[in-house]
């Protein structure tokens, strides 16, 4: 679907939403459902999760748009459908859904939307989805063994700093940037995308000034809105370092 949305992300719709295609999901508490995806050109926004009927609690009625004039790279595309079919598979979107749990959620509201439930599951998860997926293309391009102990590094380092406040390496801060591709575009010529993946020490040498990654913003607005919860970030994040580490050293 991420291909497909990408590759066509240049069509002429003027201005009509149109359907994409149906993926199968299974909620997560073992429920079948399908999510119908439009690209909707008239979205202010890149893409969120509903119902339609919009009263329907079917996880067979589930929907994502998105907007192709957002979409600032194929992985930022990528991780925006990921965090909308984790909406999707949240039995609290549909099958379990109660006004109660959903009253204290409010999109308007930086308190009722960075620091609920909600948000959590899907924020947490698309950032330790897209962290996975940067090192593991860092791992395949890997050639020098030494190259791999870079990586071993800054994992650590990206684990202390939000667990203990570690201020972040210059590769580090580099593969948070590449997590979502910030400042990558097609034009980029492919040896200036992967120039620290196949020199990590090179990172050391670039400049960004005061500039921090979007993921930055991003995840600590969770433990600014909701303290108790983000030891729960904290907790999968060292989990998803025992992944990563597994993926570096099986190369």
Not at 52 to 62: F, H, I, N, V
Not at 158 to 164: G, H, R, S, T
Not at 174 to 192: G, M, Q
Not at 212 to 231: H, S, T
Request: no cysteine; aromatic share 12%.
């Amino acid at each position: 679907m991420v291909d497909k949305l990408w590759s066509e992300r240049g069509k002429d719709l003027q201005r009509r939403k149109e359907l994409m295609g149906v993926i199968p999901v299974k909620t997560a508490n073992g429920v079948d459902g399908l999510v119908r995806v439009y690209v909707n050109p008239r979205l202010s926004y890149i893409g969120f999760m509903d119902l339609r009927p919009s009263k329907s609690l079917d996880p067979a009625d589930l929907v994502i748009e998105v907007n192709p004039k957002y979409y600032e790279s194929k992985k930022n595309l990528y991780l925006t459908l990921y965090h909308e079919m984790l909406h999707a598979v949240d039995p609290t979107q549909s099958v379990h859904w109660s006004p109660r749990h959903m009253m204290t959620y409010d999109e308007k509201s930086d308190e009722n939307y960075w620091g609920h439930p909600v948000e959590f599951f899907a924020i947490s998860n698309e950032f330790l989805e897209g962290l996975v997926k940067e090192f593991a293309r860092r791992v395949k391009r890997t050639r020098k063994p030494e190259n791999l102990e870079f990586l071993n590094n800054s994992l650590k380092n990206i684990l202390n700093y939000f667990a203990k406040g570690e201020p972040l390496s210059p590769l580090s801060k580099d593969i948070l940037f590449r997590v979502n591709d910030e400042h990558v575009s097609e034009e980029t010529p492919k040896a200036l995308k992967n120039w620290t993946a196949d020199m990590p020490h090179l990172a050391d040498f670039m400049t960004r000034g005061e500039e921090e990654p979007y993921y930055l913003y991003y995840v600590q607005m969770i433990k600014k809105f909701n303290p108790e919860i983000w030891k729960k970030f904290l907790s999968m994040l060292y989990d998803t370092t025992f992944e990563i580490k597994d993926l570096i050293n099986k190369k």
